[in-house]
């Protein structure tokens, strides 16, 4: 079982939320996480995002149970999400080869922990890839990443 130390601040604001009567998240128009809330953390981004390091995608948290760590009181309920990449249907991407390649994920996605609201930071376009996997000496072969005969 992972046991992290949570900092006293962090601890002491989330106090203050509850006893405030903040039992609902703050308005979030995009429907998005609150990473920035959660920055002083330092939570790994494979702590929610668990797939991230093993499998093709990253997924998300589906039942809250990391939330539950520190967030005792709260019932169970969908954390807000709003998909911001999605890759097209006849590209194959794997965030565990990109992981093994000791890629850090803000690499694509950006510093998430100081934004406010999440947006694609590189698009995902055939260019943009390919200029990637050419500045990380990583293949260009055309099939490692498409199928051939879709």
């Known amino acids: 079982m992972l046991r992290r130390t949570v900092p006293l601040a962090a601890v002491a604001a989330g106090l203050a939320l509850v006893l405030a009567g903040a039992g ?12 920035k809330q959660h920055a002083a953390l330092k939570l790994k981004c494979n702590y929610c995002h668990s797939g991230a390091a093993a499998e093709d995608q990253a ?8 939330c539950k760590a520190c967030h005792t009181a709260i019932e169970a309920r969908k954390l807000p999400s709003a998909r911001v990449y999605r890759v097209r249907d006849f590209v194959i ?15 694509c996605h950006g510093e998430v922990y100081q934004a406010d609201v999440l947006k694609v930071e590189r698009p995902l376009t055939m260019i943009a890839c390919l200029n990637c ?7 260009i072969v055309c099939t490692a990443c498409h199928e051939l005969g879709q």
């Open 24 to 35: 609902t998240p703050p308005e979030n128009p995009q429907g998005q996480f609150q990473h």
């Open 59 to 66: 997924g998300f948290p589906a039942s809250g149970k990391q």
């Open 93 to 107: 991407f794997s965030h565990a080869r990109h992981v093994s390649a000791n890629l850090d994920c803000s690499s």
């Open 133 to 139: 996997h050419k500045e990380q000496k990583a293949t």
